[in-house]
Structures are given as C-alpha cells and as structure tokens.
C-alpha cells in the first residue's frame, strides 16, 4: 500500500513502527497512523511493539491521543509500547502533557530493545 504512513521492521520478537511522516498533524493522517498502527495489536496479534519517531519533526495534540490509545491496547493485550528517537520539540509536548510518565519513552532504537 502506497498510503501506508510508518514503514514496519521486525527485530527478533519485537515489532519495530517507523513513522514516515515528518509532520503529523492532519485528521486524515492521524486517524490513517491510529489505524496502521491499532492494527498491529488488534488484528495481528503483535504485543511488543516501539515506535520510531527518528524522522518526525511535528505531533499534534490529536496524534497524542492516538498514542496513548495505542499504550491503552498493548498493555490490555499483555504487551509493551516504547517510543524512541523523539526529537526535543516533541519530549517537550510529553513532558507539558505529563506523557513521559504514562509512556515509556526512550533515547534509540538499542535503548528501546532492551526494554523487552
């Protein structure tokens, strides 16, 4: 699919969930992202999942919520959601929103691995 908006690599039992958008801002975009990446846990099974966020540069506030759906479903399948590569400006919005300490946040991918 040509609209797939974060590119999926698997690294032993971990799923990792690269986002390929720099900015994710639009309702369209956000509501595509919550889509691909519900789908993960919801149709295939996945419960060890992190998420990428090397290349993003911008997150709205709408696109917090769907991360924090996305924590809501791995952690109710059984599993663990790890964000990493998260630029300055964004750990900013985790931090003003109190995210930082819901989600579990790390430096890069290694980082992020070894938490499974």
Known sequence: MSDQRIDIE?????????????????????DRIGQELFGLVDQDGRKQIVLD?????????????????????????????????????????FKITQLHKVLTLCGDLDDALAKF
């Open 53 to 93: 966020f090397s290349l993003v540069e911008y997150l709205s506030s709408a696109a917090l919520g769907k991360l924090i759906t996305m924590h809501k479903k791995v952690s109710a399948a059984g599993g663990k959601c790890v964000l990493c590569n998260i630029q300055k400006d964004i750990m900013d919005v």
């Open 10 to 30: 698997e690294i032993g039992a971990v799923t990792v969930a690269r986002f390929l958008d720099k900015k994710i801002l639009d309702e369209a975009n956000i």
